[in-house]
Structure formats: C-alpha cells, structure tokens
C-alpha cells in the first residue's frame, strides 16, 4: 500500500544531471576568464590588440542583444553610438587631459542619453520602420561628423590621434598588456550587468514586450517607457565599447564608423545567438577574424567569401553558435 508510484521514483534519478548542468556553467565561465586573462602575457602587440578588439566588440554585441534579442527591436545604426563613445572619449582625451579610465562611464552615459533620446520618438515606429529609421541614424553619423559645425571637436576627416596610457602602480606591464586587461575587466563588469539586468523584473519586462506587447502592457508592463530605456541601455553599451575602440585604435575618424560597422554588428548577433549573452563573444569573434580569413582565401573576392560563410551560419545554426554550444554541453 506504501509502494512509491515509478513516476516518482524516476525523479531522483534525474536531478543530480540537472545540477551538474547548472554547475558547469559558472566552472566553463571561471576557465574562460583564467583563459583571457593568460592572454595578457602569452601574446603580443598585435595580438593583444585583436583580443582587445574582441572584449570591445562584445561589449556592444551585449547592448545590440539587449534591444533585440531581448525587446525586439531591431537597429541599423548602432555603430553611430559606437562613434558617440569614441569620440567623446577622444575629446575629453585630447582636448581636456581626462584620464582613459573616467573617459569609459562617460562616453556609456552620453551614449545612453543619446540613444534614449532618439529612441523615444522613434517609440511610434516598429519593425522594418524602426529599422530605417536606425539604417538613417547610421548613414547620416559619419557625415555629421565631418561637417563644419562638428569639426571644431571631431577633426573632420582628419580625426583625433590618441596615446595609449601606461600600466599604472608601476606594473611590469606594457601599454597593450595593460588596456587589454583593463578592457577585460570592462567587459566582465558589463556583462554582469546584462546578466543580472535580463534576470530580474526588467528582463522579463523586456521579453514580454518582445513576445506580446499587448499582453504585456494589459498586465501593467509602460511599452513606451520600458522601449525607450532599453534602446538607451544598449546605446549605452555600445558607448562603453566604442569609448575602449579609440584608446585601443589610438585614432579616431568619421570613415571609421561607416555604415558597414552597424551591419557587422547585426551580424554579429546573429551568428553568435540572438537572445543570449554568451552569443555577443562569439560574434565578437566572427565580426574579427572571419573577414581577413575570407580575404586570405579569395583577394579578388573576399566579401563573397564572407557572404558565403554568413549563408551557412544562417542555414546550418540558425539559433547562432551558442545555442549549438549549449546543446554540445
């Protein structure tokens, strides 16, 4: 009469797998980052710049997920907030000696600020139409900052040159030892914060306008308000990143950010995996090296090489590669 029903006998059993997936995700996170950190003083120059390149792009592959991954909306021109955090960091270097370190939060809060403003009249606007409207926020930015009203500040076509800073504390480091641990630290903090953002009540709140704005909004979620924050965070984001891009690059130029960076970055996501978080380090990845592996293959037609590669992402994972890493693990 006391006899366990096999359905409950079953659930034992199957627990323990289920803790031991839980717990390989902090352990492959703890080796990734004893990983990036052995960078630091396995490679060298420009080596170090590529990782350096890596943690900036995926920095703003984490803001670009957020807005549509997360919210579901899409963006052609968040290289145009990639700009907005490089040349306020460029200024505030060159023009007023501010150090690299206050140059970083800065240029993400003018990044936000810029992007929540634009985002909440473009709050009227959704799908393809948010989508033009982004596609001409990324055209029009490199012009904007070549012309004569900006050039005072930008340079024009000439752009700012910048100097890479010293390890401080007297650290055994060199410049790109130093910045590329610097920016490792930066993208580790900016992560967290997406993590814990997409976890909490915001999160929800975001992938609830993302799958039922309606619904949503009819349990109490502000569909405008929760938009317009969300488009400013990622810009926000993609400021931090941007702001990183110029002290690594040492130069900054309105040709730098041309529309091509807002497609790579959608791009980006993408292949790495719309909706995740691991996703925005593999497309970092992709956006770095898969062009100058397609001009190695074909010099004549590398963009067909890359075009090619990109179909059979698309074809093969079309859930991007984390959520193939995710299955293998």
């Not at 600020?113 to 959704?126: D, K, W």
């Not at 929760?226 to 993609?238: E, H, N, P, R």
């Not at 890359?306 to 994972?317: A, K, P, Q, R, S």
């Amino acid at each position: 009469m006391n006899a366990i029903p096999p359905a409950q006998k079953a659930l034992p059993t199957a627990q323990p797998v289920q803790v031991d997936a839980e717990r390989s995700i902090p352990r492959l996170f703890i080796a990734l980052v004893v990983l990036a950190v052995s960078v630091t003083f396995f490679a060298q120059g420009y080596q170090l710049f590529q990782a350096t390149m890596i943690v900036s792009y995926a920095i703003a592959l984490l803001g670009l997920n957020l807005l549509t991954g997360y919210n579901g909306q899409i963006s052609l021109g968040h290289g145009a907030f990639y700009a907005v955090g490089a040349y306020v960091t460029a200024i505030l270097m060159d023009r007023y000696g501010v150090s690299y370190w206050m140059c970083v939060p800065i240029s993400g809060a003018v990044a936000l600020v810029v992007g929540y403003l634009f985002g909440r009249p473009a709050l009227r606007l959704e799908g393809l139409y948010l989508a033009l409207a982004t596609f001409a926020l990324g055209i029009a930015a490199p012009q904007l900052l070549k012309s004569r009203h900006f050039e005072p500040w930008t340079g024009g076509s000439s752009g700012i040159v910048l100097n890479k800073p010293e390890a401080p504390f007297g650290l055994p480091l060199d410049a790109d030892q130093w910045f590329y641990l610097f920016s490792l630290m930066v993208g580790l903090l900016m992560l967290l914060v997406a993590r814990n953002l997409v976890s909490g009540a915001s999160g929800r709140a975001m992938r609830a306008m993302r799958d039922h704005p309606l619904a949503a909004e009819a349990i109490g979620v502000p569909g405008n308000h929760c938009k317009s924050v969300t488009f400013g965070i990622s810009a926000g984001f993609t400021g931090v990143a941007g702001s990183l891009f110029a002290v690594a690059v040492q130069f900054v130029s309105p040709d730098t950010f041309a529309m091509f960076l807002s497609i790579s970055l959608l791009v980006g996501i993408v292949v790495g995996g719309v909706g995740t978080l691991w996703g925005a380090l593999y497309g970092a990845v992709f956006i770095m090296f898969v062009p100058d592996l397609a001009e190695k293959v074909s010099k004549a037609a590398p963009w067909a090489v890359y075009g090619v590669v990109l179909i059979v992402f698309v074809y093969l994972l079309p859930g991007g590669l984390a959520r193939l890493v995710r299955r293998r693990a």
